[in-house]
Antibody, heavy 120, light 113 residues
Framework: EVQLVESGGGLVQPGGSLRLSCAAS????????MHWVRQTAGKGLVWVSR????????TYADSVKGRFTISRDNAKNTLYLQMNSLRAEDTAVYYC?????????????WGQGTLVTVSS | DIVMTQSPLSLPVTPGEPASISCRSS???????????LDWYLQKPGQSPQLLIY???NRASGVPDRFSGSGSGRVFTLRISRVGAEDVGVYYC??????????FGQGTRLEIK
């Protein structure tokens, strides 16, 4: 069974940093693209970032480019999202998502999410 | 960015009756390879989203066959042949033709009458 367990969320002040982790199990982590997607009540679901299977290629939404960094450790079956220069509008539930093999931008399996709150 | 528009936004359904949700995109989602880059997701109350349909009409693993996806180009439909209590939640369409700017619809809330 695919399991994705996010951690690292919490309350942080504007301008601060946070690192999210996603522990993966139940599948061969090193062979799948992975994504981060966030959700707010106001803006709904918003794609944030993706990384290919070996970590050699990454892509970001314009809203987080230059502030967020996605990475992975295939030896530890773990996905990361380093978030710097956080803003109030980054407040959201962040989901770790495994892509489909057949369609790498299809969001096949989702974690339970971790809440990030940016507030003073 | 491609804008995704769903209708209706709220859908009350009697158990056992069919239901359909429409999703329209501001640009065609039909790739030159013949595939439509349109997925459907369901977020049940208190849960994270789950994949239902990918590439327009392909059911994801474990999804009951009462769910079906159809359409091409700019107009797509998700149909549920017989709605059950377990189908309650918010349904989202998502386009992945224009990457990395993939975008979601605003969601359709299905409730039981």
């Amino acid at each position: 069974e695919v399991q994705l367990v996010e951690s690292g969320g919490g309350l942080v002040q504007p301008g601060g940093s946070l690192r999210l982790s996603c522990a993966a199990s139940g599948f061969t982590f090193s062979t799948y693209w992975m994504h981060w997607v966030r959700q707010t009540a106001g803006k709904g679901l918003v794609w944030v970032s993706r990384i290919d299977d070996d970590g050699g290629s990454t892509t970001y939404a314009d809203s987080v480019k230059g502030r967020f960094t996605i990475s992975r450790d295939n030896a530890k079956n773990t996905l990361y999202l380093q978030m710097n220069s956080l803003r109030a509008e980054d407040t959201a539930v962040y989901y770790c998502v495994r892509a489909q093999k057949s369609s790498r931008w299809t969001l096949g399996s989702w974690g339970q999410g971790t809440l990030v709150t940016v507030s003073s | 960015d491609i804008v995704m528009t769903q209708s209706p936004l709220s859908l009350p359904v009697t158990p056992g009756e069919p239901a359909s949700i429409s999703c329209r995109s501001s640009q065609s989602l039909l790739h030159s390879n013949g595939k439509n880059y349109l997925d459907w997701y369901l977020q049940k109350p208190g849960q994270s989203p789950q994949l239902l349909i990918y590439l327009g009409s392909n059911r994801a693993s474990g999804v009951p066959d009462r769910f079906s996806g159809s359409g091409s180009g700019r107009v797509f439909t998700l149909r549920i042949s017989r709605v059950g209590a377990e189908d309650v939640g918010v349904y989202y369409c998502m386009q992945s033709l224009q990457t990395p700017s993939i975008t979601f619809g605003q969601g359709t809330r299905l409730e039981i009458k």
